[in-house]
């Protein structure tokens, strides 16, 4: 069975300081996809990346980037240099198979503050 | 651009009753999915549909139903709710066609049932 661990429950940061989500994934597939959504306070969700496990290759969208191993079965998101609007609730999250979203395993989250 | 939208926004039900949970989408997307969000438990999974005319399961799909008549609108109904059916409800539609396949949400229903 397929399984997300987002051991953080809740972090804090200064604004300004960088931080790193951790993600660690369980599955016997060699074919899956692994995700990471973000919900603000006002209760939206929002789609931030999709990465399938034939591509090992870093991911950087300004801000953002994205850390998958193999090796180590983690998809790590790191926000640098944080600023209060990336405040929200980060969820990663796993489907086996070559299906995309059809067979989705989500973590609980990790609560992002960030401190002005 | 509209994108998703859902209706109604919350919605308190008495147990027992039935009850529809509309979406739709303005972006042609093959694909949707219904998800459930409950403290604690993170987001699950209900139903979805690659296409039109087709539907499959989700992680959690008992007590619940969906059809995709068309691509644009994928209703969710609770034949006869109950207490546990209460959560946020959250639509999502994408292109499995495209590259990127991003996932797109609407905002969400509230369901209370009593």
């Known amino acids: 069975a397929q399984k997300v661990t987002q051991a953080q429950t809740e972090i804090s940061v200064v604004e300004k300081e960088d931080v790193t989500l951790d993600c660690v994934y369980e599955?016997?597939?060699?074919?899956?996809?692994l995700f990471w959504y973000k919900q603000p306070p006002s209760g939206e969700l929002v789609f931030l990346i999709r990465?399938?496990?034939?591509?090992?290759q870093n991911e950087i969208s300004g801000r953002y980037s994205w850390n998958f191993q193999k090796s180590t079965s983690s998809f790590n998101f790191t926000i640098t240099a944080s600023q209060v609007v990336d405040s929200a609730v980060y969820f990663c999250?796993?489907?086996?198979?070559?299906?995309?979203?059809?067979?989705?395993?989500f973590g609980i989250g990790t609560k992002l503050q960030v401190i002005p | 651009t509209a994108g998703i939208t859902q209706a109604p926004t919350s919605q308190i039900l008495a147990a027992g009753r039935s009850m529809t949970l509309r979406c739709t989408q303005d972006?042609?997307?093959?694909?949707m999915y219904w998800y459930r969000q409950d403290l604690g438990l993170g987001l699950r999974l209900i139903h979805y549909?690659?296409?039109?005319?087709?539907?499959g399961k989700g992680e959690v799909p008992d007590g619940y139903s969906v059809s995709r008549a068309n691509t644009d609108d994928f209703p969710l109904t609770l034949a006869s709710a109950v207490p546990s059916q209460t959560s946020v409800y959250f639509c999502?539609?994408?292109?499995?066609?495209?590259?990127?396949?991003?996932?797109?949400f609407g905002p969400g229903t509230r369901l209370t049932v009593l």
């Open positions: 999502a539609s994408s292109d499995w066609t495209a590259s990127t396949d991003t996932q797109y």
């Open positions: 599955t016997r597939d060699t074919t899956y996809y």
């Open positions: 990465r399938n496990s034939f591509d090992e």
């Open positions: 999250a796993l489907s086996e198979g070559p299906g995309g979203y059809q067979k989705v395993t």
């Open positions: 972006m042609r997307h093959n694909a």
């Open positions: 549909s690659n296409t039109a005319g087709t539907t």
